[in-house]
DNA sequence: TATATACGATACTCTGGAGTTCCGGATCTT
DNA sequence: AAGATCCGGAACTCCAGAGTATCGTATATA
C-alpha cells in the first residue's frame, strides 16, 4: 500500500525478482514525504495543501512524488494510514491498580500534543471524506480507535479485578473522550488541556462506571 | 447579515429611507437560495460545491447570487448560520416527569433525520473551518449547540426535582450525545438510528447521572 | 415616458493547482 | 562502457471553477 507501484509485474514467476535496470529507488524517502504531508495537512487542510508545499517541505522532487503516488488523495489517504504504525499509543499501558489512577496516567504532555495535532490532521481530512469513504476509515483507525482501544482495555482491566460493574457498555464508553476531544478542537477550537480532559474522567466516565468523584473540591 | 449590501447608505438619516429607483430586490429568494445551498453542501460538501449548482437548484442566476453575497464562503457560512433560526429543536421540549422519558421522547423520526441532515452538513462545512474560524463558530451555534441546550435544560429539570444530584456535570455531559453522533455520521459512517441513541441515554448519561440502567432487558 | 435596477441565462476571463515532461546528474545492472 | 532508472528541480500543459460582463426582459421611481 505504501509504494502502489512496486508490484507491477504479477505475471512473472514469483520466486524470479523483477532485477530491473537503473538506480534504485530510495526507500527511505517514502516515510519523510509522508511525514511532510501530514505536516502540510495539519497546517493547511486538504484543500489548501499543494503538491508543490510537500514537495519543498521533504525536499523532494514532485516526480519523485508522482513516482510514488498516483494522486494526491492516494498519497493523503497513504500518510494518514501511516500515522497508524508509529503512534505508540498502546505501549506501555498504565497500571496503576484503580481505574482513576490508570487514566490521569495517560495524561501526559506528549499524549496530549500527539492527540491535539492528530485531530489537527483530521480536521484537514474531513474535508474529502465525503469522496473518499475509504479515507474515513483510515482516519478512524488512525486517529480515534488507538485511543479508543486504550481506553477499552483499562475498562477491561477494572471489569475483570472487580472495580466496576460487569453489566456497564464499555464500548460507548471508551468512545466517549475520542469524540469529545474531537468536538472540541474541531468546532470549539479549544486546546485539549489537562483540566479538560480531568473533566471528562470525573465528570463522565467515573460516574457512567459507577465510580464515586475523587475529590470534590482537590486541595492545593 | 442576510444581504449584506442592503445598508449600503448608513450616512442617510434612518427615518428617509433611500427610495431607490428601478425593480426592487426579490427578498424572497434569500431563503430559497440559501436552502439550494445547504442541500449541494449536504450532498457535495464544500469542495464539491460550486456556485453554478447552487444556482441551477434555486433556478437562480448566478449574477443574482453574487449581487447578494461577496463570494462562495461568505454564502455558505450564512447558510449555516441560518439553520440556527429554522431549527425548532427547542420548540416544545417534553416533560414526561423522569429524565429517562423526556431524552426517550427527543427521538423522534423527524429529528432523526433532521440530525443526519444537519451532520451531514457539518461535514462538508468541516473542509474549511481551517481557513474560516467564524465558520466553525456557526457550524457549532447551528447543529450542536441547539441540542446541547435542548440535553441541559432536560437535566436542569430533573436536577430541579431532585432527580439527579446537584453536583453533576451537566455542561459536560450536555456535549456527549452531539460528540458521539459526529463521531459515528462523520468517522464511522453509520446510520443514526434509534438503537445508538438509546445506547447513549441508558449506557453514558442516566448512568454518569446516578440513575440507574431501568431495564436490563426489555421485554417484548 | 425615461431611467435605473433586478431578474434568469449565457458567455466570458482569469487564476491556482493537479499532473506531465524535460533536464543534468547520480546510481544501478549487464 | 552502455543503457536504464532514479534523483531534485523547474518549466510546462490543462482544466475546473470563482468571479465578471452582457443580453433581453421585468418592474420599480420620477
Redesign the interface.
Known amino acids: 500500500m505504501i509504494a502502489p507501484d512496486q508490484a507491477q509485474h504479477s505475471v512473472v514467476p514469483p520466486n524470479e525478482i523483477p532485477a530491473r535496470l537503473g538506480r534504485k529507488r530510495d526507500l527511505s524517502r517514502d516515510p519523510e514525504i509522508l511525514a511532510a504531508a501530514l505536516e502540510v495537512l495539519a497546517e493547511?487542510?486538504?484543500?489548501?495543501m499543494t503538491i508543490d508545499m510537500v514537495a519543498a517541505r521533504a525536499k523532494a522532487g514532485k516526480a519523485t512524488i508522482y513516482r510514488r503516488w498516483p494522486s494526491k488523495a492516494e498519497l493523503v489517504i497513504d500518510a494518514v494510514a501511516c500515522m497508524k504504525k508509529n503512534d505508540g499509543t498502546a505501549d506501555a499501558l498504565p497500571d496503576t491498580g484503580t481505574l482513576r489512577g490508570d487514566l490521569i496516567a495517560m495524561i501526559k504532555p506528549h499524549s496530549i500534543n500527539d492527540g491535539q495535532r492528530k485531530f489537527q490532521i483530521m480536521?484537514?481530512v474531513?474535508?474529502?471524506?465525503?469522496?473518499a469513504?475509504e479515507l474515513?476509515e483510515a482516519?478512524?483507525a488512525a486517529i480515534?480507535q488507538p485511543r479508543a482501544t486504550a481506553n477499552r482495555m483499562l475498562m477491561q482491566r477494572a471489569q475483570d479485578r472487580g472495580e466496576i460493574a460487569a453489566?456497564?457498555?464499555i464500548d460507548?464508553?471508551s468512545?466517549?473522550t475520542?469524540?469529545?476531544i474531537?468536538?472540541r478542537v474541531?468546532?470549539?477550537?479549544k486546546p485539549v488541556d489537562r483540566d479538560f480532559l480531568i473533566?471528562?474522567i470525573?465528570?463522565?466516565?467515573l460516574?457512567?462506571?459507577?465510580i464515586p468523584?475523587p475529590k470534590?473540591t482537590p486541595g492545593p
Open positions: 493547511t487542510g486538504y484543500t489548501g480536521a484537514g474531513l474535508a474529502m471524506i465525503g469522496q469513504p474515513a482516519a478512524n480515534v453489566d456497564c457498555d460507548t464508553l468512545l466517549v475520542p469524540s469529545m474531537a468536538h474541531l468546532l470549539l477550537r473533566s471528562l470525573d465528570g463522565v466516565l460516574p457512567a462506571l459507577g468523584a470534590p
